[in-house]
């Protein structure tokens, strides 16, 4: 029983352009959602996060957005580097505890 | 600041046998939390301690698994005996602020092959 799914295994965006990560959850429970990137042989590493009681929080060129009537958030990275290349982690948390549960991942990569 | 550290990177070890992983979390974080992922799928979690306290368990799968953190500082994960779907790669994270607990800092990892 997968709480935290991303369905698109792999994403491959042109430089400059915007990529779309996407992720959905079914428990309505989660009250914070993180973006976690990862590069091969390294741990995942802390992107992004959204409480919910928002529905928008932008960072430099990362976005993410939540849309709790459908339980679905996105990542957008806008413009899309080549460095920007990894696997992205969409994560979910609750209130009363610090666990979090992760997605499956979408592998990105940015080519010139 | 060093970030979270693990040992070993690797460990090929054999079916029935014992092995322990190490993590040192970044110094100062109360917080630390053991994950694993299993042939690339999710990310899932183990347990996560406060200072020297077990403070949830609630991913470790069964007895063979024993996480330790004595002191608060470091910590340590036995798998004993070990069996062929312990393998994957294990990450130990930390964080510190209460207010930021779901931004945790994770470790490159240790990847566990049981043959």
């Known amino acids: 029983d997968q709480q935290v799914k991303q369905n698109s295994p792999s994403l491959s965006v042109q430089e400059g352009r915007i990529s779309i990560l996407n992720c959905d959850y079914t428990?309505?429970?989660?009250?914070?959602f993180l973006w976690y990137k990862k590069y091969p042989a390294e741990g995942p590493t802390f992107l992004i996060s959204?409480?919910?009681?928002?529905d928008k929080n932008e960072d430099g060129r990362f976005t993410v957005f939540l849309n709790k009537s459908a339980k679905h958030l996105s990542l957008h990275i806008v413009p899309s580097q080549p460095g920007d290349s990894a696997v992205y982690f969409c994560a979910a948390s609750g209130w009363n505890t610090d666990k979090l549960i992760f997605g499956t991942g979408t592998r990105l990569q940015v080519f010139p | 600041e060093a970030g979270v550290t693990q040992f070993p990177s690797h460990s090929v070890i054999e079916k029935g046998q014992t092995v322990t992983l190490r993590c040192d979390p970044i110094?100062?974080?109360?917080?630390l939390y053991w994950y694993r992922r299993v042939m690339g799928k999710e990310i899932k979690f183990l347990l996560h301690?406060?200072?020297?306290?077990?403070?949830?368990e609630s991913g470790m799968p069964n007895n063979r698994f024993l996480a330790e953190r004595t002191g608060g500082t470091y910590s340590t994960l036995k798998v004993q005996p070990a069996e062929l779907e312990d393998s994957g790669v294990y990450f130990c994270?930390?964080?510190?602020?209460?207010?930021?607990?779901?931004?945790?800092?994770f470790g490159p990892g240790t990847r566990l092959t049981v043959t």
């Open positions: 959204i409480s919910s009681i928002k």
């Open positions: 301690f406060v200072k020297e306290s077990k403070q949830d």
């Open positions: 994270a930390s964080s510190q602020d209460r207010d930021r607990r779901h931004e945790q800092y």
């Open positions: 110094s100062g974080h109360d917080n």
């Open positions: 428990n309505s429970m989660f009250d914070y």
